[in-house]
């Protein structure tokens, strides 16, 4: 560990880290059992267009959640896209800032305005923030579970009741979560995965979008595949969302080992709980013990307490190896388009801003251990008892830096 700030990578010591560790490094699950039904994929000659093992892989995750129809895709971003035009939505709609920033993607991109909604601290929508926003263009209301904490469903369903809006939910983290013991996937008119590489459960690149509603999902269905309802009739406009066979069974494999990477996953949550326990200024968002976690995210609020920012310590980790991650920074109202199209926004946005700037996601999955998490936090521990020298330190890198012409 680190004697002294001149030790520290970010002004010339050595790594902590020779190997870097990631946030959201894949999990892979049994390679063999992959492999096999890989090559079994192969002799079959179906690669894609709805086989066997999309539909197999469909019933597994309908099963999992408890919902009637699961209509499985490329990606999270046009199971979403697909979503929000299968639900009708047009003109404006509500969506957290506080997000990756493919759910305002998911509306723009169709011409439909993402309106920017505050959070509260749960880091989900503010259901009291909300009412202010509607307008008569409004036909509807995306929630993000973020990090797998679940959206006050109920209030959001109320609203949505009262103002005859469509409710959607971007379930991208929270495969595996439940609210009050009933499994996410069930809320809304439907929910959206997304079994990207880096989420809980992963098909390489994938998603789903789930729902009870039969005419709901025949139209999703339609609509992954170029609008076809029959060998050679099309009757609605479509797009290509199709998962394919080699998606589908790296789904299934990862779903066989759902419970092992949970247990890896909580296993980690509490090892960085007790180590961070004793640092001022650090805290570690909490996963609520009565529900069903899938812990896939280890989140930090650096607080003023640490004496140091979240972007000096960013800075600070990826020197070191550990590369954390500020999600969701900027926050999507400081990104292009929305940018340019909402200037003001942040004005309305004061939990978003706070989140933007405190945020840091920590290295977890099957890939890290206990000893490593030792060692971060131990880290951690060191910045934050020698904040005011290294701050003083990096004041003095940053002004000869600007006085050389360079960035920052
Ligand atoms: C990952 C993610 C998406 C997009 O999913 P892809 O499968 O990568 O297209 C959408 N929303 C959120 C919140 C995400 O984290």
Known sequence: MKSSPDDLAIFG??????????????????????????????????????????????RRVAETVGVRHCVAMCNGTTALEIAIRAAGLTGEVIVPSFTFVATAHALQWQGIMPVFCDIDETFCLDPNRIEELITPRTTGIIGVHLWGHTCNVEALAAICG????????????????????????????????????????????????VTDDSAFANCCRAMRNFGFSGEDQVSALGINGKMNEFEAVMGLTSLEHMEEIVVANRNNYLAYRKELRDIPGLILMDYEENERNNFQYIVIEIAEKAGVSRDLLHALLQAEGILARRYFHPGCHRMEPYRSLYPRAAHFLPQTERACARMLCLPTGTGVGAEQIRTICALLSFVVRNDVDIRARWKGLSVSGSSSGSME
């Open 13 to 58: 010591g050595k790594p902590l880290f020779l190997q870097v560790l990631h946030v959201g490094r894949p999990n892979v699950g049994d390679q063999v059992k992959l492999m096999k039904r890989m090559s079994d994929v192969l002799k079959s000659r179906w690669f894609t267009n709805n086989g066997s093992q999309v539909q197999e892989f469909e």
């Open 162 to 209: 009262r103002f005859n809006l469509v409710l959607l939910f971007d379930a991208a983290h929270a495969f595996g979560c439940s609210r009050n013991g009933v499994m996410v996937g069930r809320f809304g008119r439907a929910e959206v995965f997304s079994f990207h590489a880096t989420k809980f459960l992963n098909t390489f690149e994938g998603g789903a979008v």
